[in-house]
């Protein structure tokens, strides 16, 4: 007997607005209805096309015979209320991703803040290979649909009933690499008919794709741009990013220049210390001279431990010397060594203990 797929609706948030427009000037409808259809998705939050109050009842059971309001699935939450959050969701063709949300009271940037920061998935797994990342170890396997991408954000805001007001495109995957439904969705984010995050606070964290930093320089919102450096020369980058072989500095810094020309705005080097693997004082005094070039501001984050890997974090008071090198050369830099970050600098584990559980019939801990 032949089987078929059963038919899979298309998340509504899958649409722009001039998409839905359009599904609806097809469908006969007066245009105005987009405005109080998105009013409904993503201001009222409604779980059930029937909520739809103020549509005809013809035009609700069209919407919902085509459209789905939300396909993913939470499957573990880890930290509580006044900590950071893992949250591990299902996708729907059974894919595990992860997100992770700081509250308010912890400094995400390396400064106190007022903001709700949620880290979201851009892809399924990584093609990257970084050498100390817990996402790369499992290999890539998809890219995540805008979709995919805009509901983290609206099931973090159900789950903890609090507004993200500042998002980080750092969780599992490169964003870069998935360019077209990265702009798709921060298109709905930052719009105040959608989600109405402004641009920004809205960071892309990029290991450093430069001819990708190149077109979303060209794009018009302003986004943040945050590098994955991680290691100051060529040599100490080749030997834990691959990507660097590819793109290595000097490539990347022309990127860098081209987006700091167009933007305006302050680039962030994101620097994860790594005892005896790019911790040497030499490598600070030549990663500070590289963030002047381009007026960057660097984040120092001591390493944490991600299972299978050897990799270990130095002393506090090398991290020290390593910041005041930094300081010493006139760059402005910061040390993010708060409690409740040990969580979130080893993206892509929760997802892999979950897999692994899958897999796994023995009892884990988790
Ligand atoms: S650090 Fe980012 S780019 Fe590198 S393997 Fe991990 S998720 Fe991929």
Redesign the pocket.
């Given at each position: 007997m032949l089987m078929t797929e059963p038919y899979r609706k298309i998340p509504i948030t899958q649409l722009s607005r001039a998409e839905l427009e359009a599904v609806l000037v097809e469908w006969g409808e007066r245009p105005f209805r987009v405005k109080q259809i998105l009013k409904w998705v993503y201001e009222k939050r409604i779980e059930s096309f029937e909520e739809m109050t103020d549509l005809d009842p013809s035009l609700r059971e069209a919407l919902a015979a085509n459209y789905s309001l939300g396909e993913m699935e939470l499957v573990r939450r880890q930290g509580s209320e006044d900590t950071t959050q893992k949250l591990l969701f299902r996708l729907s063709d059974k894919r595990l991703i992860e997100c992770v949300l700081i509250p308010a009271s912890i400094a995400f940037d390396g400064e106190r803040s007022d903001r709700q920061t949620l880290c979201v998935s851009s892809q399924v797994g990584?093609a990257?290979?970084?050498k100390f990342?817990a996402?790369?170890l499992a290999g890539f396997t998809r890219n995540l649909t805008s979709s995919e991408i805009v509901e983290q954000v609206m099931q973090t805001e159900a789950l903890s009933g609090k507004r993200v007001n500042n998002l980080v495109f750092m969780g599992?995957?490169?964003p870069l690499a998935n360019l077209t439904n990265l702009l798709r969705a921060t298109e709905i984010i930052n719009e105040p008919w959608g989600i109405g995050i402004g641009a920004r606070h809205l960071t892309v964290s990029t290991?450093g794709l430069a001819p990708q930093i190149m077109k979303l320089a060209d794009q018009p919102l302003q986004l943040r741009l945050a590098v994955?450096l991680h290691g100051a020369t060529d040599e100490v980058r080749d030997r834990i990013?691959p990507v660097n072989r590819k793109y290595p500095l000097e490539r990347l810094f022309e990127a860098l220049r081209y987006y700091r020309e167009k933007k305006k705005q302050r680039i962030t080097f994101e620097y994860i210390l790594i005892e005896d693997v790019n911790d040497a004082l030499e490598q600070a005094r030549v990663l500070a001279e590289r963030a002047k070039l381009v007026n960057a501001k660097v984040n120092l984050i001591p390493y944490n431990t991600v299972d299978g890997l050897p990799w270990k974090r130095p002393s506090e008071a090398h991290q020290d010397a390593f910041l005041a090198v930094l300081k010493k050369a006139g760059c402005v830099a910061t040390l993010r060594r708060e409690k409740g970050h040990d969580i979130e600098a080893a993206?892509?584990q929760l997802r892999l203990r979950e897999e692994a559980k899958l897999t796994d019939p023995s009892p884990q801990s988790s």
């Open positions: 990584c990257y290979d970084c990342c996402s790369g599992m995957g490169e290991s994955s990013m993206c892509g």
